[in-house]
Nanobody, 120 residues
């Protein structure tokens, strides 16, 4: 399964962006989707994730500002980011885990990353 992330860019503090992550391939089911980010000189950190139940978790730093969602028909996940701050500047990665058809084999795929820069 290949993931194509998009939607990053330059935005002013307080602005909004919506990241998308489109999955291609024969997907039987998605058990987990996550958004991570890595700022320069820092380790990659979890931003938000959603399991199949579904249960959604957000990093404390983004709670109330970011929302993750999925469109099962399009095999696409989204990260809506509002009230962006300079400290949100990072490369954002999507991660999907699930089962591929027709052999029902597991997959764990990462997108290529999309850069979000929050600056005036």
């Amino acid at each position: 399964v290949q993931l194509q992330a998009s939607g990053g860019g330059l935005v002013q503090p307080g602005g909004s962006l919506r990241l998308s992550c489109a999955a291609s391939g024969s997907i039987f089911s998605i058990a987990y989707m996550g958004w991570f980010r890595q700022a320069p000189g820092k380790v990659r950190e979890l931003v938000a994730d959603m399991s199949r139940i579904p249960t959604t978790n957000y990093a404390d730093s983004v709670k109330g500002r970011f929302t993750t969602s999925r469109d099962n028909a399009k095999n696409t996940v989204y990260l809506q980011m509002n009230a962006l701050k300079p400290e949100d500047t990072a490369v954002y990665y999507c991660n999907l885990r699930g089962i591929m058809a027709p052999m029902l084999t597991p997959f764990d795929s990462w997108g290529q990353g999309t850069l979000v820069t929050v600056s005036s």
